[in-house]
């Protein structure tokens, strides 16, 4: 039987800090910290819940992060 995949490690980043950035500054700062992906949404949107590694997620309201999520 094979093993399971180790999925690779993701950066080790408070997502709290990027609450109150302007949503471009929010975007360059977690690439520069080593996340793959970075999505931006508004809020009440309706996503699916899997969990992906190397992904962070802000919700974007006024061009301002108010919530953030890893995966």
Known sequence: MASLP???AQPDDAPDTYVGLGADAAEQLA??????TVRAVPPGTFLTMEFRSGRINFQVEDARVTRCWVG
Do not use: E, L, V
């Open 6 to 8: 180790t999925p690779p």
């Open 31 to 36: 690439r520069s910290r080593g996340w793959d």
